[in-house]
């Protein structure tokens, strides 16, 4: 018995990390937590503080990437609000068929 897979024309396959975090979005979020922990390691000289203020800072991100808006990652959705912010008279609608 052979099995056949019907993949829609839109579909995008992503490779993901754990099967929840695709590499590009995990990649950016370690670019983010390294700079963000240089800077507050040069502003910050007790490593308990360092540590609680980088975790406060830090967690959104990461639960941003991870839970993401409607399955897009981060970046597709930071995309998306340049987009808009770019161009502001396009407007996303559905056409619905006559009755």
Do not use: Q
Request: hydrophobic share 50%; glycine share 6%; no cysteine.
């Amino acid at each position: 018995m052979k099995l056949k897979f019907i993949f829609p024309k839109n579909y995008k396959y992503n490779t993901k990390i754990l099967g929840f975090i695709d590499y590009i979005t995990a990649i950016v979020d370690l670019i983010i937590g390294v700079i963000l922990f240089t800077i507050l390691h040069f502003i910050l000289k007790n490593l308990s503080t360092l540590i609680y203020i980088f975790i406060s800072l830090y967690f959104p991100i990461i639960l941003f990437s991870v839970l993401g808006t409607n399955g897009e990652n981060i970046i597709e959705f930071l995309i998306y609000i340049i987009k808009f912010i770019k161009n502001r008279k396009v407007y996303f609608y559905e056409k619905s068929e006559g009755k």
